[in-house]
């Protein structure tokens, strides 16, 4: 099960720290990825975490790269997205999501569990 909180209302240029609780006792054995959907669009990819260590491979989509910062922490089945240098466009529902393999994929159909989704919204 996963849980995600630490959206809200921010105004453009200022920053949010968005974090994912997992429960179980392999939170290691998983890939996370943030993903985002605006209204009106397809949920899209938003970064990713290779399963294993804490200091694993990590992958951006192009829009937050330089921005945006995923980071896990497996002792406490944690996994963050730092958001900086927030923008009108980033406004959307973000969802976190596990899955097993061993890659870090990027579709949504490749995550087997997700989370509730949490607001984020930035003004201009």
């Known amino acids: 099960q996963l849980q995600a909180c630490g959206g809200g209302l921010v105004q453009a240029g200022g920053s949010l720290r968005l974090s994912c609780a997992a429960s179980?006792?392999?939170?290691?054995?998983?890939?996370m990825g943030w993903f985002r959907q605006a209204p009106g669009k397809e949920r899209e990819f938003v970064a990713g975490?290779?399963?294993?260590?804490?200091?694993?491979?990590?992958d951006y989509a192009d829009s937050v790269k330089g921005r945006f910062t995923i980071s896990r922490d497996n002792a406490k089945n944690t996994v963050d997205l730092q958001m900086t240098s927030l923008k009108p466009e980033d406004t959307a529902v973000y969802y976190c999501?596990?899955?097993?393999?061993?890659?870090?994929?990027?579709?949504?159909?490749?995550?087997?569990?997700w989370g509730q989704g949490t607001q984020v919204t930035v003004s201009s």
């Open positions: 999501a596990a899955d097993p393999t061993w890659y870090l994929p990027r579709l949504p159909r490749q995550y087997d569990y």
């Open positions: 179980g006792r392999t939170f290691s054995s998983y890939a």
């Open positions: 975490i290779i399963r294993g260590s804490d200091r694993g491979t990590t």
